[in-house]
């Protein structure tokens, strides 16, 4: 597998989604569910409706089995859950069909479908890096590690046994300072 970089500038992003937005209310919601959860895309592809919908409402969290088995458990914050209610507002859906449903069939779509969703809109963004798949999980990191999310919370996202190995991940250079706004605003 090839290495892939997080998309660090915020400005990329948006043009990312801008993009994708106009193109597909799916491709849109696969992008910003991957950066704002960190899922991997294998896992996001599975997911059916009734895993993000309760029967009433958009699900608050999430529950996805890793390799292992274990459950792990990812918020769905009001950018993903926008994404999910405009997605969902333009179809009809069962609870058993796939979230990110091919045009093609009834299945999911294919890694290598989600792999040329967000590698065409990076480039059409001006995106000169390595883009990939894991590009969202690696923007999610990126930029919850930016915001002073704790490093030991997104080794346990990512399954990492070190500090090293997730700031390498998610691209964090130990020379990039790093200043992180603890405000607490009592």
Not at 26 to 47: A, C, E, P
Request: with cysteine; charged share 30%.
């Amino acid at each position: 597998m090839e290495y892939v970089e997080p998309i660090k500038d915020i400005e990329k992003i948006i043009a990312i989604k801008e993009n994708l937005r106009r193109k597909s209310l799916r491709d849109f919601l696969l992008f910003v569910f991957g950066i704002n959860t960190g899922i991997r895309v294998h896992d996001l592809l599975t997911l059916k409706v009734n895993d993000i919908w309760d029967g009433e409402g958009i699900k608050e969290f999430l529950e996805v089995s890793d390799d292992k088995g274990a459950i792990k458990v990812h918020y769905i914050n009001s950018k993903v859950n926008a994404a999910l209610q405009d997605y969902l507002s333009t179809l009809h859906v069962e609870k058993d069909d796939f979230l990110f449903k091919s045009k093609k069939n009834n299945l999911p779509i294919t890694r290598q479908q989600a792999y040329r969703i967000i590698n065409q809109a990076a480039k059409e963004v001006g995106i000169a890096g390595k883009i990939g798949t894991h590009t969202l999980r690696k923007t999610f990191g990126y930029h919850a590690f930016r915001k002073g999310i704790a490093i030991s919370i997104l080794m346990s996202i990512y399954n990492h046994h070190t500090h090293a190995e997730t700031l390498r991940y998610i691209g964090v250079d130990k020379c990039e300072e790093n200043l992180i706004k603890v405000d607490v605003n009592l």
